[in-house]
């Protein structure tokens, strides 16, 4: 069985500020995804970023970038420059064997202006 | 846009009806995904269809069942509505079958159907 947690249920940023999400997880398969995706007020879930378990380079996405840990199972997500549309509700997953995503309870980003 | 079409956007039900959501995946995508989302219950999964045939189950209720059919759209039926169902339910797609830590991987989400059960 898969777990994924998100310890902070909701952080706040300055604009052009850096802020990190954290994310957690337990997965007994060998391959696996880890994704985050955000949510903003419209409810679409749109993906932010992916990596692959079995590259060590952490990926990156324009101003998104993830720091993955393999051994600690720790995925977080850093968001650089931050801005106002970054304002959402932003979800850790975790994809195996079985096809679906496993989810974790999401981090409320507030942007400050 | 992901897309992934859903419809209806909203559905407003009484308690002990019977609903059909649809989902029509990305074109050549042939998996879809059913996830629920809730407020106390956050974001999970429920079914996981490949090509017209059923791959994984998660969190699913006996009431409620899905298809694929032969041109991929998808329907969830929820039928026996309890207060409890009022949820967003999402659709995904992508291309793999074996899932989502095999080849792509990556899940395009619809705009999901508000289900809202009074």
């Known amino acids: 069985a898969q777990t994924v947690t998100q310890s902070q249920p909701e952080m706040s940023v300055q604009e052009a500020e850096t802020v990190t999400l954290s994310c957690t997880y337990d997965?007994?398969?060998?391959?696996?995804?880890l994704f985050w995706y955000k949510q903003p007020p419209s409810r679409q879930m749109i993906l932010v970023i992916r990596q692959e378990a079995y590259k060590q380079q952490n990926a990156t996405e324009n101003r998104f970038s993830v720091n993955f840990q393999k051994a600690a199972k720790s995925f977080s997500l850093k968001i650089s420059d931050s801005q106002l549309g970054d304002a959402a509700m932003y979800f850790c997953a975790c994809g195996g064997s079985q096809g679906n995503l496993i989810f974790g309870k999401g981090t409320k980003l507030s942007v400050k202006p | 846009d992901s897309g992934v079409t859903q419809t209806p956007k909203h559905l407003i039900t009484a308690t002990g009806q019977r609903v059909t959501l649809r989902c029509s995946p990305r074109?050549?995508?042939?998996?879809v995904y059913w996830y629920q989302q809730s407020l106390d219950q956050g974001l999970q999964f429920l079914i996981h269809?490949?090509?017209?045939?059923?791959?994984a189950k998660g969190n699913i209720l006996e009431r409620f069942s899905a298809q694929q059919f032969p041109d991929l759209h998808s329907e969830l039926n929820l039928s026996s509505l309890e207060l409890g169902d009022s949820a967003l339910y999402f659709c995904?797609?992508?291309?793999?079958?074996?899932?989502?830590?095999?080849?792509?991987?990556?899940?395009?989400f619809g705009p999901g159907t508000r289900l809202t059960v009074l």
């Open positions: 269809y490949y090509n017209g045939e059923e791959r």
């Open positions: 997965t007994s398969e060998s391959d696996y995804y």
């Open positions: 074109s050549g995508d042939l998996s």
């Open positions: 995904a797609s992508s291309v793999a079958g074996r899932g989502a830590g095999t080849g792509d991987g990556e899940q395009f």
